[in-house]
């Protein structure tokens, strides 16, 4: 790694190319979500607090993201749109350095490919107050410290995933995943 070298530039460098090709979902309702970084002295990312009046995981931690509509062109679209509705952030605002691998989440079917953009610190957004309750700007190095692996057994399966608790949050289920594969890449990327 070259001094020169800015986290963006070694990320890039690490994802999937954002245009694609990603892979055609096998099976689920296919949905995108954008990973935030602020790249700061300690790089951080972004996350929302939903609502408890949303229909689908009301109050829980996440990035901003959703379903794919018919009028969006691909995923990466999907990704942006949400991010634009949910915080007001705008496209041009965000620089998509890639994609992170895809996945079927456990309970909802849903076919996941999560975006990582980086966004300049302190950027203009405005919250949907139907959607969002609280964002959270929470750094990498206090994620990292605060994870852990858990294992989750109901209805004959079990599950293993990545929970982080900070201050009175709790991240975990599919944003837990792609925060732990976001770790594990920033690692990999600052050794």
Known sequence: MQPSDTLRERL???????????????????????????????????????????P????????????????????LDTALRETEEELGLARADVEVLGSLDPFLTYTTGFWVLPFVGAVRPDPSMTPNPDEIAVLLELPLPMLAGVER??????????????????????????TGRMVHEFLELYREVSA
């Not at 689908?56 to 995923?75: A, C, K, Q, T, V």
């Not at 990545?162 to 201050?167: A, G, H, P, S």
């Open 12 to 54: 890039r460098g690490s994802l999937r190319p954002p245009e694609g090709p990603h892979p055609a979902p096998a099976e689920g309702t296919p949905a995108a979500v954008l990973v935030p970084l602020i790249e700061r002295d300690e790089p951080a990312l972004f996350f929302t607090k939903r609502t408890d009046q949303l």
């Open 56 to 75: 689908r995981h009301p109050g829980e931690i996440s990035f901003p993201g959703g379903l794919r509509h018919p009028g969006d062109r691909d995923l």
């Open 149 to 174: 692996e858990v294992e989750w057994h109901g209805e004959g399966q079990s599950w293993t995933g990545f929970v982080y608790d900070v201050e009175e949050h709790t991240i975990w289920g599919a």
